[in-house]
C-alpha cells in the first residue's frame, strides 16, 4: 500500500494556529475524500478528530479542522493549548479494500 | 458508553501463535465493521485488517503475508485476531477499533480499546 508523509513534529506557541500536512498520491489522497485524522496522547488510544477530509465528529473542538488539495491533507490547530500536545496521525483509504496511516506528526506547545 | 476491551496479548517466542480478543459492549456489535490497528513501540499506527458487520466481508494489509486471521461471533459480541508465524517486526499494541463506516470506505475508526502488548522474542 501506498505511503502518507507526515512532517516529524510540529511546534507552536499557546494561542497560535498550526497546520499539519499528510501527503499521498493521486492514487490515495487524491483520489478519496476519505482521509481522517488522530489524536494520540502518551500511553492512550487513538482519537478520532477529523473524518472524511473535514468532518468533526460530535464533541471535538472546532479548534480542529481539516482540508485537503490535490494529494495532500491538511490539519489546522487553532488557539493552540496545553492539552493540543500530542502525536497526530492522518489515515487514508488506499482502494483495494486498505487503508494506510500517515507516519505521524509530534505536536509540541512551546 | 461504548467500550471495547482487547486480551490475549503477551510474550511469543518467534514462529509461535497468538489469538487476540475484543469485548466490545455498549453498541449493537453486529451493526459495525471491525478492525485491529498495531503500534510497534514508539512507532506509528499501522492498519492490520478489517471485518464487515457479518463476516462477508474480510480485508488484510498486503504486508501480513497471510499469517493472520480476523474473524468474529456476533452472538458473544467479540472480535478475535489469530496471528501466527509470529516474527519481532509483530511487536505491537494491537488495538481493536470500530469503524463507522460513514462511507463505505471512509477511515473514520471512531472508538478504539486500550490495546494489548504482544511481544515476540526468544
Known amino acids: 500500500q501506498s505511503a502518507l508523509t507526515q512532517p516529524a513534529s510540529v511546534s507552536g506557541s499557546p494561542g497560535q494556529s498550526i497546520t499539519i500536512s499528510c501527503t499521498g498520491t493521486t492514487n490515495s489522497v487524491g483520489s478519496y475524500n476519505l482521509v481522517s485524522w488522530f489524536q494520540q496522547h502518551p500511553g492512550k488510544a487513538p482519537k478520532l478528530i477529523i473524518s472524511e477530509v473535514n468532518k468533526r465528529p460530535s464533541g471535538v473542538s472546532d479548534r480542529f479542522s481539516g482540508s485537503k488539495s490535490g494529494s495532500t491533507a491538511s490539519l489546522t490547530i487553532a488557539g493552540l493549548q496545553a492539552e493540543d500536545e500530542a502525536d497526530y496521525y492522518c489515515c487514508s483509504y488506499v482502494g483495494y479494500s486498505s487503508w494506510v496511516f500517515g507516519g505521524g506528526t509530534k505536536v509540541t506547545v512551546l | 458508553e461504548v467500550q471495547l476491551v482487547e486480551s490475549g496479548g503477551g510474550l511469543v517466542k518467534p514462529g509461535g501463535s497468538l489469538r487476540l480478543s475484543c469485548a466490545a459492549s455498549g453498541f449493537v456489535f453486529s451493526d459495525y465493521y471491525m478492525n485491529w490497528v498495531r503500534q510497534a513501540p514508539g512507532k506509528g499506527l499501522e492498519w492490520v485488517s478489517s471485518i464487515s458487520s457479518t463476516s462477508t466481508y474480510i480485508y488484510y494489509a498486503d504486508s501480513l503475508k497471510g499469517r493472520f486471521t480476523i474473524s468474529r461471533d456476533n452472538a458473544k459480541n467479540s472480535l478475535y485476531l489469530q496471528m501466527n508465524s509470529l516474527v519481532a517486526e509483530d511487536t505491537a499494541v494491537y488495538f481493536c477499533?470500530?469503524?463507522?463506516?460513514?462511507?463505505?470506505?471512509?477511515?473514520?475508526?471512531?472508538?478504539w480499546g486500550q490495546g494489548t502488548l504482544v511481544t515476540v522474542s526468544s
Open positions: 477499533a470500530r469503524r463507522l463506516g460513514g462511507q463505505l470506505w471512509s477511515a473514520d475508526f471512531d472508538s
